[in-house]
């Protein structure tokens, strides 16, 4: 998540007053994800180094004076930039569950098929839960909302759909012999690139 | 939860109607082709009943010629006879006040202008008492004076005689055709009743009757009137007795062998009427097969919804009905307006032949009733049987995609129970007369029985003779006429009828056409031929006394004149029979029979002696009686036995129940002595045309008979036979247009559901030409497998029949029909490529996207 | 209380050689006011099931209650006043009759049931109207989308208050949002009608709607998983945040 271009974008609404700013980001975007002020100020101040907005002083009579920042034209095309470039999906290969999977398939206490249904217990049981907050929810006043509840319906959709095709799967499974562990070059093994991922 | 509500069926039945007409409405095209079936057979058998009872009317009022009487007497064979033995008893009766005696006879007057009754064609002389007869019957006279016992040549006309013959009064005269030749009459009164113009009653003093008739001393009605106060049934019941079954009351039918064979005729349409409503019944099922099969989803939600079986076909069923109605309606008024059309054609002939112009159509109420119900009837039954099956869909045929049956196992039990029947109907065919007829029919039913099971195996055996044409398309045609066998199947049995009937009608033209030549070489051996009015109705004919002939026989060109008289009988059981008069010695050297058994010569001698007789083949098989049976003859004389002496055929008498007895019999049973027809041979070498100008000098004084030189006359008549023949194919090709319908309809069907198969071929680059000739290709598949059916059982039915004819003594030569099968193949071809060009036309059109839409 | 209830249903299909048994050994009870959605793989007899719920076909064995009445006791006709009266049907294809509008295509149950036409129709109204399609009532079927054809089937479903309503995958040929608008239908026909409701469907989102989802495979319930209110809000905001933020 870019606290960066979402100050940027933001401010393109309207300037505004680092404090306001922050307050705004839960306000807009519906989460729980709480930006620190200080968090705030500091990336306002690297885009204003950036060149990518700029601040007007303003007097106040009772109170210190206030920077109101604003978007400078490098900053639009930089936000605009942003906008068109699309998000890459991570994919959360990693999850326990599918490590649970796998490990069920060797054989142990309870079969694949027990740990399938009871992921997909779990699984239904949430998305009758976001359903049913779906349904209270009013698309009118609560869009981000819906909007939200929606995709998480959609993610649990997949999942519970992976899960279906794990379970006709299961079949071929049967037969699946895990490959054994080839024997290791004597020697430290040579280290592998790790992947870096920006956001 | 709803409660039954069982009371208001109504509401379903409604909302089912509802239903229908929208199913309807959505298949225009298929509605209108099944409903025209039932259009045309209702409108043939409506026509017909519109026609018979004007027809009927027309005879019933030619034949109550003489009315006003309480009762009326006449002898049973409906000939003359002594009033001597008659009117003393009936006098002598309690409670019966007058008695007269009447001498009438209804007759054409020839059609040659000189009659001097103006217009007149046909009038009643009817001979009266005039010194008894106004006992019994009220004349007001309205002009002049009335009859006086010992007029001669004086007649009393109906006041409407004015309209006819306008120049007619009180003091004119004019000539009347008599047995003695012309005979000069003078109009002394006019009654003022206007009469029945059709057919005037003249009335004339009994003697005079008697002349004109050549039967003197003779009546043929007796009236009564009875004492006031009578008991009507209890004078009739004593009469009746008093008089035995010699003579009947109230009765005065003696033209009813005319009636009879007119309704022959028209029973044929009525015949026709009931094919076309069996072809429409078929054409009905087919379509309703279809509708079952393309609705499965509908039927099968309706079901799910908790339709029972009864309510899904109750909904066909009205459905059909509808078209039924809606078929019937339109077939009653099509069948008004043709009506009309063959009142004004007939009329004409029946202006000839009857001297009658003035028919016209008479609504009968049972008749609109009858055609209507019968119409109902077919659409009901038709659409019963595919009603039930869609009754019992399943619910859960709404819910799979089609479930193609298994039509392969059907169609081989078809194949093999068609095959039996087929078998059994050949039997019948080969083993005799008796039951080739049926064993021809039973053959059809068997092809219809057996045609799902052929359409596989006859398609590819046609399919190499139509890849010469349609290479590529040939193909797919004949997968889908396979696919629906029992569609194909009854398209093809439809058009095999057809077929088959013009198959059998060539046939049946080409024997009957030999069977003419025969009779006429074997009839004609004469030199010349006098004949009255007409040959057909002896009843309306006045013949002519002996004068005639001896006149005749005097000219120098003449070597031999034989004659030919008339009377009608009944025999005891009461069939109706034609009785000719010959003498054997003189007929037999100017004219021959054809016999079954025997020469013509054995035939001629058995008549010179005792009561003989000589049977035709029909009247011996109506009768029922066998060479050298004896049987019992109703006469002027009372009942007679006569013994069957032989069969002889000739070629007047051959097609109707007549019998040849001498003349000397004739006059001493019957009374009667006038000849209708007389046949002349010349002195060898003689100059025919000037015997022919002698003749007719002589007949100037007898108008009601030609002369024909008998070549000439044959001629003309091979040229009327000729001309009634082509009216049997008239028949044939009628019955050819519902057989056309069926191709046009199961072709429409099957384009309408294959629309998405069209889109999809048409998608994937097929051209609208291609498309065309796989219709066109289906179409000539089709009509070449009813064209093979219908020239099998054609084959079958005309060898059938011309064999049934065999038993009722018509022993025709059986020729192969060639000619017709040739025509049938071509008909059926061109009848699939006429019923083609509009559903192939209709395919090509399709839209691409909505037909791949189509559901 | 119980609205339906099977015993050892088995459906065999196929000939002796090849038996299919499409549903097998199946006990499953339907309490009143239950949703209960039935999923599981192609093939596994979940419309079999159905079917065998509501009368439209008979088991090979075992029997099936609806209301206290042993339906495979009913000949034909009954079945079919069964299928009129207590049960409402909506499939995933074929559900109206092309040649009816959507008024007549709701009423048909009832005028099959010999309700006078008249007070049919404007049953039929009253149950569009549920549907929010008060205005479609003269509309035929081909005028109306598919979501919409399927919320007619459902007031069809619904026009004869039912004792079950039986649904094989209505949504099973609409997009999300029209799927959405139907089991939403669904949903209050169960919770503010108080009908009873059976629902085959391969749609997890559409199945999460239910109360109790049944699993089936190879003919035989796998899982039957009743599921629970609703959850937190707060908590699912939560962890749908971390959703979101990783
Ligand atoms: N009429 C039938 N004849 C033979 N087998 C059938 C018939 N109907 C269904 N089957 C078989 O019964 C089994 C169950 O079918 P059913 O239609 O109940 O599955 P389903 O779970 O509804 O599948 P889907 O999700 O694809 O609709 C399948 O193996 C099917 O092939
Ligand atoms: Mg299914």
């Given at each position: 998540m870019s606290v960066k271009h979402t100050l940027l974008a933001l401010l393109y609404q309207h300037p505004q007053h680092g404090y306001e700013l922050g307050k705004q980001i839960n306000a807009v975007v519906n989460t729980e994800w709480d930006v620190k002020l200080g968090q705030v100020a500091s990336t306002l101040a690297r885009l204003k180094d950036a060149h990518l907005v700029d601040y007007e002083v303003e007097a106040t009579d009772d109170a210190p004076d206030r920077k109101v920042y604003f978007i400078t034209d490098e900053g639009r095309r930089e936000l605009e930039s942003w906008y068109l470039t699309p998000e890459v999906r991570e994919y959360r290969l990693g999850d326990a569950f599918y490590v649970k999977l796998v490990l069920s398939l060797l054989g142990g206490p309870v079969s694949p098929e027990q740990v399938l249904i009871t992921q997909r217990r779990e699984l239904f049981q949430q998305l009758h839960e976001v359903t049913e907050l779906l349904r209270e929810a009013d698309p009118r006043t609560q869009l981000p909302w819906v909007l939200l509840l929606e995709s998480a319906t959609m993610h649990l959709d997949a999942d519970l759909r992976w899960i279906e095709m794990c379970e006709a799967r299961l079949n071929d499974l049967k037969h699946y012999t895990p490959p054994l562990p080839t024997p290791k070059p004597r020697g430290r093994p040579r280290r592998k690139l790790a992947h870096s991922s920006k956001t | 939860m709803t409660t039954a509500h069982p009371s208001n069926f109504g509401s379903t039945v409604w909302q089912m109607t509802l239903m229908g007409l929208r199913y309807l409405r959505g298949r225009k095209l298929r509605t209108v082709l099944t409903t025209l079936a039932i259009v045309f057979g209702v409108a043939m058998i409506f026509a017909i009943n519109l026609i018979l009872p004007s027809m009927q009317e027309a005879f019933a009022q030619t034949m109550t010629s003489v009315t006003g009487a309480d009762l009326t007497v006449t002898s049973v064979s409906g000939e003359s006879f002594d009033p001597e033995a008659v009117l003393p008893t009936v006098s002598g009766i309690d409670q019966v006040g007058a008695v007269t005696g009447i001498l009438h006879r209804q007759f054409s007057l020839p059609t040659l202008g000189n009659s001097s009754l103006g217009d007149t064609a046909q009038i009643d002389l009817v001979g009266i008492d005039p010194a008894t007869i106004e006992d019994v019957h009220q004349f007001v006279v309205s002009d002049g004076r009335f009859l006086e016992p010992g007029d001669s040549g004086k007649a009393l006309l109906p006041a409407g005689i004015a309209e006819l013959a306008p120049e007619l009064h009180v003091g004119t005269t004019f000539p009347l055709i008599t047995a003695g030749g012309l005979k000069i009459y003078n109009v002394v009164g006019l009654m003022a009743e206007q009469g029945d113009l059709s057919s005037p009653q003249i009335y004339v003093t009994l003697a005079d009757a008697q002349a004109a008739f050549n039967q003197p001393g003779l009546i043929n009605t007796v009236e009564v009137s009875l004492a006031p106060g009578a008991d009507r049934d209890a004078v009739a019941a004593n009469i009746q007795q008093a008089l035995g079954d010699s003579y009947t009351l109230d009765q005065g039918d003696s033209s009813s062998n005319t009636l009879a064979a007119m309704q022959v005729g028209l029973a044929m349409f009525d015949v026709l009427g009931l094919l076309a409503l069996f072809l429409g019944a078929f054409l009905i099922f087919n379509t309703f097969r279809t509708v079952v099969v393309e609705r499965r989803h509908d039927l099968g939600m309706l079901r799910a919804v908790g339709a029972t079986r009864q309510q899904i076909t109750l909904l066909i069923v009205i459905e059909s009905l509808i078209q039924g109605l809606i078929g019937t309606a339109i077939g009653l008024l099509v069948g008004y307006l043709m009506a009309l059309g063959m009142i004004t054609a007939f009329g004409q002939i029946a202006s000839n032949f009857f001297h009658r112009g003035d028919l016209s159509l008479q609504f009968s109420l049972p008749g609109l009733l009858g055609a209507a119900a019968i119409g109902l009837a077919t659409a009901l039954i038709a659409g019963y049987l595919p009603a039930r099956t869609a009754g019992r869909t399943a619910p859960l045929e709404a819910l799979r995609p089609s479930t193609p049956a298994n039509l392969m196992h059907a169609a081989r039990w078809s194949l093999i129970g068609g095959a039996v029947v087929m078998i059994l109907g050949v039997l019948l065919l080969l083993?005799?007369?008796?039951?080739?007829?049926?064993?021809?029919?039973?053959?059809?039913?068997?092809?219809?029985?057996?045609?799902?099971?052929?359409?596989?195996?006859?398609?590819?055996?046609?399919?190499?003779?139509?890849?010469?044409?349609?290479?590529?398309?040939?193909?797919?045609?004949?997968?889908?006429?396979?696919?629906?066998?029992?569609?194909?199947?009854?398209?093809?049995?439809?058009?095999?009828?057809?077929?088959?009937?013009?198959?059998?009608?060539?046939?049946?033209?080409?024997?009957?056409a030999a069977l003419i030549n025969s009779l006429a070489d074997a009839n004609f051996s004469s030199d010349l031929i006098l004949l009255p009015q007409s040959i057909a109705v002896y009843d309306t004919v006045v013949g002519a006394d002996e004068n005639l002939a001896n006149r005749v026989r005097a000219l120098p060109e003449v070597q031999d004149v034989g004659t030919m008289r008339y009377a009608s009988s009944v025999t005891a059981d009461g069939q109706a029979l034609q009785v000719m008069g010959i003498n054997p010695d003189d007929y037999s050297k100017v004219a021959s029979f054809t016999v079954n058994e025997g020469t013509p010569e054995e035939a001629f001698a058995a008549l010179g002696s005792d009561r003989n007789a000589l049977f035709t083949a029909i009247a011996l098989s109506t009768v029922g009686l066998q060479v050298g049976d004896d049987f019992v003859l109703q006469t002027a004389e009372g009942p007679q036995t006569y013994h069957v002496a032989g069969v002889a055929n000739d070629l007047f008498t051959f097609k109707i129940a007549a019998i040849f007895i001498s003349q000397a019999n004739l006059a001493a049973d019957f009374h009667k002595t006038e000849d209708v027809m007389l046949l002349i041979n010349l002195v060898p070498g003689a100059d025919k045309d000037a015997a022919l100008a002698n003749m007719q000098n002589i007949l100037t004084d007898y108008p009601q008979f030609t002369a024909h030189l008998t070549g000439e006359y044959k001629q003309e008549l091979a040229d009327v036979t000729s001309g009634a023949l082509v009216a049997f194919y008239g028949v044939a090709f009628l019955i050819l247009i519902p057989a056309a319908l069926g191709l046009l309809n199961t072709l429409t069907i099957n384009i309408l559901e294959r629309t998405r198969e069209i889109g999809v071929v048409r998608a994937v680059g097929g051209s609208r030409k291609q498309v065309r000739r796989i219709v066109t290709a289906e179409a000539l598949l089709l009509g070449l497998f009813g064209a093979a059916m219908g020239v099998l059982s054609g084959v079958a039915m005309s060898y059938g029949f011309i064999a049934a004819f065999g038993t009722v003594g018509w022993d025709m030569p059986y020729f192969f029909p060639l000619a017709g099968i040739i025509a049938a193949v071509v008909v059926g071809v061109l009848l699939a490529l006429f019923a083609a060009v509009l559903p192939a036309r209709n395919a090509a059109r399709l839209d691409i996207i909505r037909a791949l839409q189509y559901e | 209380m119980s609205i339906v209830r099977t015993e050892s249903l088995t459906k065999v299909y196929g000939d002796v050689g090849q038996p299919i048994p499409a549903v097998h050994d199946v006990d499953l009870t339907v309490d009143e006011g239950e949703f209960v959605a039935i999923m599981g793989p192609s093939g596994s007899g979940k419309s079999t099931l159905l079917y065998l719920l509501g009368g439209l076909d008979k088991p090979t064995s075992g029997k099936v209650w609806l209301r206290d009445s042993d339906i495979d006791a009913l000949d034909d006709d009954a079945l079919s006043r069964l299928r009129r009266n207590q049960v409402g049907f909506v499939f995933q294809f074929f559900n109206l009759i092309p040649v009816l509008t959507a008024q007549e295509n709701v009423a048909i149950p009832l005028i099959l049931d010999g309700m006078p036409r008249a007070r049919a129709l404007k049953q039929a109204d009253e149950a569009l109207a549920r549907v929010g399609l008060a205005d479609r009532a003269t509309h035929r079927p081909t005028e109306l989308s598919g979501g919409q054809q399927q919320r007619v089937a459902l007031a069809r479903a619904l026009v004869t208050k039912p004792s079950v309503i039986l649904a094989d995958e209505p949504t099973g040929n609409l997009d999300s949002r029209s799927s959405d608008d139907v089991v939403q239908m669904l949903r209050r026909a169960v919770d503010d009608w108080k009908q009873t409701l059976v629902l085959v469907t391969h749609d997890s989102r559409v199945a999460a709607f239910a109360d109790r989802i049944v699993f089936l495979k190879d003919g035989k319930i796998v899982d039957d998983n009743r599921l629970k209110g609703k959850g937190n809000a707060d908590q699912i905001r939560e962890q749908l945040s971390k959703m979101v933020l990783s």
């Open positions: - | 083993t005799g007369k008796q039951g080739a007829a049926g064993g021809a029919i039973l053959f059809l039913m068997g092809m219809v029985v057996a045609a799902p099971g052929l359409v596989i195996p006859v398609a590819r055996l046609i399919s190499p003779l139509l890849s010469l044409g349609f290479a590529r398309e040939g193909d797919i045609a004949r997968g889908n006429l396979v696919r629906q066998p029992g569609r194909a199947a009854i398209t093809g049995s439809t058009l095999m009828i057809g077929l088959a009937t013009l198959v059998m009608i060539a046939a049946l033209v080409l024997s009957f | -």
